[in-house]
């Protein structure tokens, strides 16, 4: 049971695809925005889009495997569209309104109309610019080639 999971194409991929992503934010936030943070590998949003480099890694390597006539070829690339749109769009307007929402509230705290208790931030990094997303597409993309190519048909 076990030895057929870890060698099922797909479940690597898509497993190696989501650990890479989320272990890259690290050394990546360090070269962007100079500064050491380990919580973001465990966090949503960030340089690359770990959701974008899941579900193209796992659509490849369904597409390839089985056939990009196939089913479920099809609902592997119908979920990843959705996931993407979610992450570039819903989410990160999420995480838009999270910094606007905290800006106001950080002002009615300075002001004295709230206390420090009731000033509570919202998380804002929740969402993907569209670099992010689409470097987490290209990654799902070298993962799933790589893992065909370690794991052939």
Known sequence: MMSDFIHNRVVVAAFLAWMIGQFLK???EYLLNKRW???????????????????????????????????????A??????VIYDAAGVRRQA?????????IMKSFFESG????????DLKEMLGHTPLEVVSG????ILISLAVLAMMPL
């Open 26 to 28: 690290f050394p990546l």
């Open 37 to 75: 943070d380990w919580s973001i590998m465990f966090s949503s949003g960030g340089l690359p889009s770990s959701h974008s480099s899941l579900v193209t890694a796992v659509a490849l390597t369904i597409g390839i495997q089985e056939g990009f006539d196939s089913a479920v070829f099809a609902l």
């Open 77 to 82: 690339a119908a979920i990843g569209m959705i």
């Open 95 to 103: 995480g838009i309104h999270a910094e606007r929402i905290n800006a």
């Open 113 to 120: 109309q709230l206390g420090e208790d009731e000033l509570d």
């Open 137 to 140: 597409v290209l990654l799902g």
